[in-house]
């Protein structure tokens, strides 16, 4: 049995950066999870870092603001309890951020393509007064504005992404475009597909709330029997009978060491 990685995987620029940026904290707390990886919130308790719910739980000490973003009325309601801000957002989300804001301000209706209830796109909603956010070609097809602004959740599937833009064109006169996602999240998803038709079973790895660890599972699912899994002893040996050539991709929050653990113990099979 025959073990590829995927030429792009794990950790991502943004991520790396929020972790650099936290572990040197102590008796910290994070505004939600800092990245979507079980492994790493664990890594972070130990150092008395915490992940909290709701500014509310925090009373003084220091807040950190999730690779993700946040609203900014989270970012208020901090700076009016005193607390220290930490701001580990990706300067890729911020930019979607900036976009949403510009243009909201110039009078277009923006459409965010992505999950509603993900962090990163409420942190986008609370920038703009006049946005919708959708997730499918369907909610596309129903939408008619004089002019308006597209753009997209980092880690949303490029060609989803492409799909909606081409039927927004049809309806909407006056359509800016911008292809918000980011290029580690495309690459990822390119050589994830790449690997996927080469072959028996791919093994994806990374947290199940990691979005775009799920979109990699979702594109490899299309083309081969995948495995969706965020630690080693989840595997299990019968998806392995017959299978010749084994394929490994991880989201772009998945640390090195638990891509590593869970390639020894396939190997070991």
Not at 103 to 115: A, P, Q, S
Not at 165 to 181: E, G, R, Y
Not at 204 to 228: D, F, P, R, W
Request: glycine share 6%; proline share 1%.
């Amino acid at each position: 049995m025959k073990i590829i990685c995927a030429e792009n995987m794990g950790f991502c620029f943004g991520v790396k950066r929020a972790l650099d940026m936290v572990l040197k904290e102590k008796n910290a707390y994070t505004l939600g999870q800092l990245i979507h990886n079980p492994q790493v919130v664990e890594l972070l308790e130990k150092k008395g870092i915490k992940a909290v719910n709701s500014v509310n739980e925090v009373n003084d000490g220091t807040l950190i603001i999730t690779a993700h973003g946040t609203s900014k009325s989270n970012i208020l309601k901090a700076r009016k309890k005193g607390l220290k801000i930490i701001d580990t957002t990706c300067p890729l989300v911020k930019r979607v951020h900036k976009l949403a804001k510009k243009f909201d301000n110039e009078g277009y209706n923006i459409i965010l393509v992505g999950d509603k209830e993900h962090s990163e796109v409420k942190g986008v909603v609370s920038n703009a007064d006049h946005i919708l956010v959708i997730n499918s070609a369907k909610e596309a097809k129903s939408l008619r504005f004089g002019k308006a602004c597209v753009l997209s959740q980092t880690t949303q599937s490029l060609e989803k992404f492409n799909e909606i833009a081409v039927i927004l064109k049809k309806n909407i006169p006056d359509l800016k475009v911008f292809n918000t996602i980011c290029d580690a999240t495309k690459k990822r998803q390119d050589s994830a597909m790449n690997l996927a038709k080469k072959v028996d079973l791919m093994i994806v790895i990374g947290g199940y709330n990691s979005a775009n660890t799920k979109m990699l599972s979702q594109i490899c699912s299309k083309i081969v029997e995948t495995k969706h899994i965020e630690k080693a002893d989840e595997l299990d040996y019968k998806w392995f009978n017959g299978k010749n050539m084994i394929g490994l991709t991880a989201g772009a929050s998945t640390p090195d060491w638990v891509i590593s653990d869970i390639r020894t113990k396939i190997e070991a099979i």
